[in-house]
């Protein structure tokens, strides 16, 4: 299938997650955005939303509101990344809470609705848990690529790379983490060689 190209000015980070950690700062990440593409609207970016605990909505509500203004798709992830399909099943109370605590931190700093799609952390899920997400309005959205990237040591801008590019696909939805700075740095150049192999970037709740 022949997929059409986007104008290089277009081109974005394909998905920037903010993860707990100290290996590379929200800041870090942005300028890398910035640098290569200047931070359009063609990626979907999710943020972890359970940062708010540890202040990050407060700290880089700018950030946020820059987002959502340039429309990026900024998702829920829960607010204390427990187990969901085990809080589905032993405190269903407790599910809505880790959603809907999230929805409001993002709305009373932000101003406006967060996207309704959820990431469920370390990709743990149950039917009965995307029936409970399903009904509170949202759309389960998982990843196709990952790597051991949550560990801030393995922090080699080639290894990330070699891993980015050796198992690009249609449709992939990638995992990077912003606990790993090699990601920060390797994206310029995984997005030149994406940009070479003729695909585009798009936001998640455009896939089918």
Same mark, same amino acid.
């Given at each position: 299938?022949?997929?059409?190209?986007?104008?290089?000015?277009?081109?974005?980070? $394909?998905?920037?997650?903010?993860?707990?950690?100290?290996?590379?700062?929200?800041?870090?990440?942005?300028?890398?955005?910035?640098?290569?593409?200047?931070?359009?609207?063609?990626?979907?970016? @999710?943020?972890?939303?359970?940062?708010?605990?540890?202040? %990050?909505?407060?700290?880089?509500?700018?950030?946020?509101?820059?987002?959502?203004?340039?429309?990026?798709?900024?998702?829920?992830? @829960?607010?204390?990344?427990?187990?969901?399909?085990? @809080?589905?099943?032993?405190?269903?109370?407790?599910?809505?809470? !880790?959603?809907?605590? @999230? !929805?409001?931190?993002?709305?009373?700093?932000?101003?406006?609705?967060? +996207?309704?799609?959820?990431?469920?952390?370390?990709?743990?899920?149950?039917?009965?848990? $995307?029936?409970?997400?399903?009904?509170?309005?949202?759309?389960?959205?998982?990843?196709? %690529?990952?790597?051991? +990237?949550?560990?801030?040591?393995?922090?080699?801008?080639?290894?990330?790379?070699?891993?980015?590019?050796?198992?690009?696909?249609?449709?992939?939805?990638?995992?990077?983490?912003?606990?790993?700075?090699?990601?920060? +740095?390797?994206? +310029?150049?995984?997005?030149?060689?994406?940009?070479?192999?003729?695909?585009?970037?798009?936001?998640?709740?455009?896939?089918?």
């Amino acid at each position: 299938m022949q997929i059409k190209k986007l104008p290089k000015s277009e081109l974005d980070v $394909m998905k920037s997650i903010w993860k707990l950690g100290d290996g590379v700062s929200s800041k870090e990440v942005v300028e890398a955005m910035e640098e290569k593409n200047g931070w359009k609207r063609t990626t979907t970016l @999710t943020l972890l939303s359970r940062l708010a605990e540890k202040g %990050f909505i407060e700290a880089n509500t700018d950030i946020v509101k820059r987002m959502v203004n340039e429309g990026h798709v900024v998702g829920n992830h @829960t607010y204390n990344h427990p187990n969901m399909a085990q @809080t589905a099943e032993e405190n269903p109370e407790q599910f809505i809470k !880790e959603l809907a605590i @999230t !929805e409001d931190t993002f709305k009373n700093l932000v101003g406006t609705e967060m +996207d309704k799609v959820l990431r469920f952390p370390e990709g743990t899920f149950s039917e009965c848990a $995307m029936d409970y997400a399903n009904e509170m309005g949202y759309k389960c959205i998982f990843w196709s %690529f990952a790597y051991k +990237d949550w560990n801030a040591e393995w922090n080699d801008k080639d290894y990330a790379l070699d891993w980015m590019k050796t198992y690009s696909h249609n449709g992939a939805i990638y995992l990077l983490h912003g606990v790993n700075k090699a990601n920060a +740095d390797a994206l +310029d150049e995984f997005i030149t060689y994406m940009d070479s192999e003729g695909y585009r970037f798009d936001v998640v709740t455009n896939l089918n």
